[in-house]
């Protein structure tokens, strides 16, 4: 029986002397986005996509930053692009927010069509799954749980722009920020963000509890709404679940404490209720949402540096969002707190964690910041911004955040050709990157153990 091949997953020729071509899958994935980010920037580059003619590389910056749903941005999208480029954005970010390989296996399930072992493979790569027998329902199931989603952020968005707005713009305003914000993408209608509705408590919690879902990813959800218990819960949405809410409340308070006083932020408040809607909200979205009710340029220094930490981390795997991810950076805290105690075997939830995870957690923490490093050096020799400006922009990219102090849209074309890269090294994951870079090989072979000093 013959498999369906989209074109997201060519059939390479065979050679007879060398045997046929093999792609591995993290390499199918990230071509896959190359080509929609070339296609996003073509059609950005029409006439009929913005009101002033864009240069390419302001095509390409944008359709990237779409596709990464990072929300970085060199042209205003609200008053730059025409309706029909806004719509290419969208759907830029509806297809890199959910994942290529999602919508292939959702086309492939709804006309009817097999998966080949090979295309499974490349699926089960996008979506993070264990199990390749569960890729082709995951993928149905995140496209209606993304759907649905969005759906009910409309619908709620709607009761708070078509007043203010009128039924078409109003409707347009909560369609866009729906979409936006659930794939946690950070593109806004406004240069500021959503700096206007900073002490409206409707569209700041819609929108933040659409990034938080879209954040947490639908196995979490999936396991919520179905168990609706915590104790019957797996171990990992419990660990999502937990560090969500710790990272959540802690960021929250320490965002009060550093910016209660300052004139520029909280400082200019007289409400504590609108201080606290707006310490939640800030707080909430450095972990890759990248909507801003307050401005980023004037945060204190200290909230800065929070927010590297927030950035730094992301989200849940097999969500919207990027980073390290929060099992990462769990495991890099349990593995390290058991070592200090003399336990070799660390564990949570009373389940052991597994060597392997455990290098693996290395491995992405490392190669995530040999990435935030070099890009910073390339920002630093390419321009004049201070140091500290210059690292929140290039973090900002790689968890695919899009929160900016104004650095970006003042970058020269060498900057913006090194911001875009690290999005896309963000999206596709570092893991991913090192995977394709080496070709990593099982090998068999064990040399005799030796010991020297480490630290």
Known sequence: MSYWRPALFPRHPRSSRSGPRRTSPPRLLIEGFLVLIVVGSCLLKTPWATHVPITWLEAAFTATSAVTVTGLVVVDTGSQFTLFGQLVILTLI???????????????????????????????????????????????????????????????????????????DGLYHALFYAISAFNNAGFGLSPDSLMAYVSSPGISLTVSALFLVGGLGYIVVKEVLEKRSFTALSVYSKLILVTTVILNIAATAIFLLLEYGNPETLGAMNAFGDKLLAAWFQSTTPRTAGFNTLDISALTQGTCVLFLLLMFIGGAPNSTSSGIKLTTFVILIVATRSFLKGNLNPSIFKRSITREAVIKALAITTLAMATIFLGVFGLTITTDYGFLDLAFEAVSAFGTVGLSGGATGELNAAGQIIIMLVMLIGRVGPLTLGYILTMRSKSHVRYAKTEFPVG
């Open 94 to 168: 509806q297809f890199g927010g959910l994942g290529l390989m999602t919508f292939a296996v959702l086309t492939a399930v709804a006309l009817g069509f097999r998966l080949g072992l090979k295309q499974q493979l490349v699926a089960q790569e996008a979506l993070n799954e264990i199990s390749i027998k569960t890729t082709r329902k995951a993928g149905a199931h995140i496209a209606l749980f993304a759907l649905i989603s969005e759906a009910i952020g409309l619908a709620v968005l709607a009761c708070f722009f078509v007043p203010e707005k009128g039924w078409l």
